[in-house]
């Protein structure tokens, strides 16, 4: 519903009212143009009533600021990456980042936690590993690129497992 009909339905509102107290109190001796009086009452009482909604109207949204109301474990874990990763590009201050690539990189840190399974430390690991090696390369490296590298990472951190399992193993056996 529109402000527009909400104010001709309040105005509508004060016209019943003030027709039915006018009707009530025709027989008195007090003239018709005291009702008026309640009339403007009326209208006062609805200008606070818009000021009261301009108030409650929300603001701009401010990237900086805004905060989930409930955090679950998985958006905390999200925002700790979406940090350390600014960190790691040297942004961390600069809201203008946030504006363009906020929203973008939370849902590409969602697809990477959910990959590893929830596990913010294995997660972080996997994009410090990936930007690492590429920056070394001479490379730039976005969060969608990590996401695409994640599982030949997964792979090479599968193998250094079975490495050190085997070379536990022969260790114990000596």
């Known amino acids: 519903m529109g402000k527009r009909k909400i104010d001709e339905d309040l105005m509508e509102m004060a016209e019943e009212v003030y027709d ?15 009702f008026r009086d309640i009339r403007s009452l009326v209208a006062e009482a609805l200008q606070e009533v818009r ?10 949204f401010n990237y900086r600021t805004k905060k989930p109301k409930l955090e679950t474990p998985r ?13 790691l590009l040297g942004v961390e201050d600069d809201p203008g980042w ?18 590893f399974g929830g596990d ?25 690129t990590i996401k695409k590298h994640t599982d030949t990472y997964r792979e090479k951190e599968m193998a ?5 399992r085997t070379s536990n193993s022969n260790t114990d056996r000596e």
């Open 160 to 164: 250094n497992e079975r490495l050190n």
């Open 98 to 115: 946030d504006k363009l690539h906020y929203n973008r990189t939370l849902k590409t840190v969602n697809d990477l936690l959910d990959y």
């Open 120 to 144: 913010k430390g294995k997660t972080f690991d996997c994009i410090f590993t990936i930007y690492k090696e590429f920056t070394s390369k001479g490379l730039t490296v976005t969060i969608e």
């Open 51 to 60: 000021n009261e909604a301009k108030k409650l109207k929300p603001k701009k």
């Open 20 to 34: 039915g107290i006018a009707s009530i109190h025709c027989g008195s001796s007090k003239p018709v143009d005291h």
């Open 75 to 87: 958006t905390q874990n999200a925002r700790h990456i979406i940090r350390a990763w600014k960190k």
